[in-house]
């Protein structure tokens, strides 16, 4: 059963594992800080909202903005504060997020990582 789905903004490349070089990494914080409180204001403006569960399953569709080749591994690293935004406003800690599964979207305008959260399969 569906508990929550929310669209999130593609995340900035300063956000990147392979974005970081040498002196560079306050911006890649704080870019990373920006996006996390970024997609928490989506969360609440979405009115995502703590959900009865323990543990849930969790897919993330990764929309990118463009048809350029990315990969999966690197897109979770560079969304990870904006999918920590949605355990917090879930209230599930994401150590608690029993199955993960990741997919490549269609390219849309701008971006997005659409989450959903499931209740978690016995």
């Known amino acids: 059963m569906m508990l929550a789905r929310v669209q999130l903004p593609w995340p900035p490349s300063a956000t990147s594992p392979n974005a970081s070089g040498q002196g560079k990494w306050r911006s890649k914080a704080d870019a990373a800080k920006g996006y996390k409180l970024a997609c928490w204001a989506l969360c609440e403006a979405e009115k995502i909202r703590p959900v009865d569960a323990i543990a849930v399953d969790v897919l993330v569709t990764f929309c990118p903005p463009s048809k350029r080749r990315y990969d ?17 406003a879930i ?11 990741l997919e490549r979207g269609e390219p849309c305008r701008d971006g997005a990582v659409i989450v959903h959260i499931m209740e978690a399969e016995a």
């Open 91 to 101: 209230a599930v800690d994401d150590s608690h997020w029993r199955r993960s599964t």
């Open 72 to 88: 999966l591994d690197n897109a979770l690293a560079r969304a990870k504060q904006g999918l920590d935004a949605v355990a917090e």
